[in-house]
Every structure is written in structure tokens, then in C-alpha cells.
């Protein structure tokens, strides 16, 4: 049996991957995202399985996606494992889905008959990764390690992976490697490239604690120069709001990307994802973690209507910014 493993490139995504690979050896590999999804599954026509991991359906594309799966699981073994939260109550035979979990620890937990037991540390990097370190399974495993060691290499291998963000050949290989259980601070120049990035990482932190823009609910900073999610991260944390933002201008498109952090005291999704369609874009994620495009135009507005939103939804949970304890 011949196998295609579509998968995401950020450091949960490359270690479910790894996970898969550890289980079929001679499984080919390729990076997808949400978007170019129903793109990516036509490649798996020459393959007699299919392993979807860590990629969340699209708002928009989840109907195509689903057709085009039920379309081929007739003639081929198809598994999808996904945590991101799903359209409409979404189900199929195919898919494999919890949202208290994350890419690494569903795939771990799926393969774990066919896969060496020390490969839950491989699952744990990407738990750490995806910061779902304290979902169930992960708990659990978590306890058959050393945790100084453990997050000492899941540390290495995401910021690591940071400095080379489009570079999917490299991402491959510490995929291959991961997949042979190799300790991430033994795999290529990981080890250099994350004090590279945390060096870049000193720095954005700090433009951020100088810069950040403060509303009733949400603390915001852009163009900081730097990793975006990380910068909405501290924009949270130094802004001291429940919700951080960071907004980063695309020149070539006119736009805002943003990334969108918040405390566990507010689900942001889907508030996210109405202001933003609300302005003429699109955003969504996880309900503390989340990102989206704005027409730079509109940002502003968006913010403050963002803003407005969170407001309401914490003083329905009978809470105020101030009363949300940070950090
Ligand atoms: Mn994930």
C-alpha cells in the first residue's frame, strides 16, 4: 500500500507528521494548509492511502473538502486527525477530531499500536508547539519524560523551525528525522537557528513592551517587525488585556495580517470572525488563538468594533478588562 501524508508546516503539524511517517515508512510527505487543501488531495489519486493532519477546514472550502474525501473513500483508507474547531457539526467516517487535543497527540494516540512508545515525545514536542500541554493525553505523557529535557527540545526544534517559515525542504528533513526519533537539538543546525530566533525574539518583545496600544479590552501593536503571533502574545501580556493583537502590513495586497491572542477568560473565534467579515475580511482559529486579514483601510475600524465585542462578551460572563488577571 502506497501512502500520501498531507500535513501543516508549523511545529505540531511537522511532528504529527513525523508520527505518521514513523508508522508507514515509505509514505510520502507534503505540506498543505487549509486553503490549498482540495488542491493537495488530488495528489492522493496515485496513492492507496491518505493521512490528513493538523489542518483546519476552512470555513469556506469545508463542503469541497468533505465531498472530494467521501468521493475517495470508497477506494482508498482515508484518515484525517484535526483539533481546530469545525464548520457546522461537521462529521465522517474519515475524520478523527477533538478540540481538547492537538495534531501530534491525536496521532500519537490513533497509530499508538504500530508506533515504539518512545515516540510520545515526539507527540509532546508538538503538544508544547501548539501550547496544549495541558490537554488530557499529553498530561499523561508528559509524566514518561524528564520535563527539563523535554521542553528543552520541544524549545529547540519550534523556535528552531521559526527562521525557516517557507522553507519546506528543510522542514522535510527535520520531519524525516523526527520521524527516526532524533532529539531536535541533534537534527541539522536547529539548536543555532533557535538561539537566532530568540535573539530576534528579545528584540520584538521588547519593541512590543514599548509600543503596544492599549483600548478597553484589546492591546494592539503594528508592524512590529518580527513573528506576529509571538508579538500578540507580549502586545496581550504588556498591553495587560485580555486580548492581544498584532497587525502586520502586506504591502503587495493592501492588507493587515493579524494574529490574535487571548486569555483562557474569552473565546475569541468567532467574535474575531464576524468583525473581520464585518470589514471586508476574514479571521478565525482557535477560541485563544487565532489569526486573519483586514483591508488596511478598515483596520481601524475593525479594532475598535473587535474591541466592542469582547467587551460585551465579558460583561455577559459578568466580567470586566480589569477584573482578567494576564500574564
Ligand atoms: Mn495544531
Same mark, same amino acid.
Given at each position: 500500500?502506497?501512502? %500520501?501524508?498531507?500535513?501543516?508546516?508549523?511545529?505540531?503539524?511537522?511532528?504529527?507528521?513525523?508520527?505518521?511517517? $514513523?508508522?508507514?515508512?515509505?509514505?510520502?510527505?507534503?505540506?498543505?494548509?487549509?486553503?490549498?487543501? +482540495?488542491?493537495?488531495?488530488?495528489?492522493?489519486?496515485?496513492?492507496?492511502? @491518505?493521512?490528513?493532519?493538523?489542518?483546519?477546514?476552512?470555513?469556506? @472550502?469545508?463542503?469541497?473538502?468533505?465531498?472530494?474525501?467521501?468521493?475517495?473513500?470508497?477506494?482508498?483508507?482515508?484518515?484525517? %486527525?484535526?483539533?481546530?474547531?469545525? +464548520? &457546522?457539526?461537521?462529521?465522517?467516517?474519515?475524520?478523527?477530531?477533538?478540540?481538547?487535543?492537538?495534531?501530534?497527540?491525536?496521532?500519537?494516540?490513533?497509530?499508538?499500536? $504500530?508506533?515504539?512508545?518512545?515516540?510520545?515525545?515526539?507527540?509532546?514536542?508538538?503538544?508544547?508547539?501548539?501550547?496544549?500541554?495541558?490537554?488530557?493525553?499529553?498530561?499523561? %505523557?508528559?509524566?514518561?519524560?524528564?520535563?527539563?529535557?523535554?521542553?528543552?527540545?520541544?524549545?529547540? @526544534? #519550534?523556535?528552531?523551525?521559526?527562521?525557516?517559515?517557507?522553507?519546506?525542504?528543510?522542514?522535510?528533513?527535520?520531519?524525516?528525522?523526527? $520521524?527516526?526519533?532524533?532529539?531536535?537539538?541533534?537534527?541539522?543546525?536547529?539548536?543555532?537557528?533557535?538561539?537566532?530566533? #530568540?535573539?530576534?525574539?528579545?528584540?520584538?518583545?521588547?519593541?512590543?513592551?514599548?509600543?503596544?496600544?492599549?483600548?478597553?479590552?484589546?492591546?494592539?501593536?503594528?508592524? +512590529?517587525?518580527?513573528?506576529?503571533?509571538?508579538?500578540?502574545?507580549?502586545? &496581550?501580556?504588556?498591553?495587560?488585556?485580555?486580548?492581544?493583537?498584532?497587525?502586520?502590513?502586506?504591502?503587495?495586497?493592501?492588507?493587515?495580517?493579524?494574529?490574535? &491572542?487571548?486569555?483562557?477568560?474569552?473565546?475569541?473565534?468567532?467574535?474575531?470572525?464576524?468583525?473581520?467579515?464585518?470589514?471586508?475580511?476574514?479571521?478565525?482559529?482557535?477560541?485563544?488563538?487565532?489569526?486573519?486579514?483586514?483591508?488596511?483601510?478598515?483596520?481601524?475600524?475593525?479594532?475598535?468594533?473587535?474591541?466592542?465585542?469582547?467587551?460585551?462578551? @465579558?460583561?455577559?460572563?459578568?466580567?470586566?478588562?480589569?477584573?482578567?488577571?494576564?500574564?
Amino acid at each position: 500500500m502506497t501512502t %500520501l501524508i498531507l500535513t501543516h508546516a508549523d511545529t505540531d503539524g511537522l511532528c504529527s507528521g513525523a508520527l505518521a511517517r $514513523a508508522v508507514y515508512g515509505d509514505a510520502r510527505v507534503m505540506f498543505s494548509n487549509p486553503v490549498s487543501l +482540495p488542491a493537495d488531495i488530488r495528489y492522493a489519486g496515485e496513492y492507496d492511502r @491518505l493521512v490528513v493532519c493538523d489542518i483546519a477546514f476552512d470555513l469556506s @472550502l469545508a463542503g469541497t473538502v468533505k465531498k472530494m474525501l467521501d468521493e475517495i473513500s470508497g477506494a482508498k483508507e482515508i484518515v484525517y %486527525l484535526d483539533h481546530h474547531p469545525l +464548520p &457546522r457539526e461537521l462529521s465522517a467516517p474519515w475524520l478523527v477530531h477533538d478540540t481538547d487535543s492537538c495534531g501530534s497527540l491525536l496521532t500519537f494516540d490513533h497509530f499508538r499500536r $504500530a508506533l515504539d512508545a518512545n515516540m510520545s515525545r515526539v507527540a509532546m514536542y508538538g503538544a508544547i508547539g501548539d501550547y496544549r500541554d495541558n490537554a488530557p493525553l499529553a498530561r499523561g %505523557l508528559v509524566r514518561r519524560w524528564d520535563k527539563r529535557s523535554l521542553y528543552y527540545q520541544a524549545g529547540t @526544534l #519550534s523556535q528552531g523551525i521559526e527562521m525557516a517559515r517557507k522553507d519546506y525542504d528543510y522542514k522535510r528533513l527535520v520531519l524525516e528525522r523526527l $520521524a527516526k526519533n532524533e532529539l531536535p537539538s541533534e537534527i541539522g543546525d536547529l539548536s543555532r537557528q533557535a538561539v537566532a530566533a #530568540s535573539r530576534l525574539e528579545e528584540g520584538l518583545r521588547d519593541r512590543v513592551e514599548r509600543t503596544v496600544e492599549r483600548m478597553q479590552n484589546i492591546a494592539y501593536v503594528i508592524n +512590529p517587525e518580527g513573528f506576529i503571533s509571538k508579538a500578540a502574545i507580549y502586545a &496581550r501580556i504588556y498591553g495587560d488585556r485580555p486580548v492581544g493583537i498584532c497587525a502586520d502590513y502586506r504591502k503587495y495586497r493592501d492588507v493587515y495580517d493579524i494574529s490574535v &491572542r487571548s486569555t483562557p477568560e474569552v473565546a475569541m473565534n468567532e467574535l474575531l470572525n464576524a468583525s473581520a467579515v464585518r470589514f471586508g475580511g476574514y479571521g478565525g482559529g482557535h477560541p485563544m488563538a487565532g489569526g486573519g486579514r483586514i483591508p488596511a483601510d478598515r483596520l481601524h475600524q475593525f479594532l475598535a468594533d473587535f474591541d466592542r465585542q469582547i467587551g460585551r462578551a @465579558l460583561a455577559g460572563k459578568g466580567q470586566t478588562a480589569i477584573s482578567v488577571a494576564t500574564g
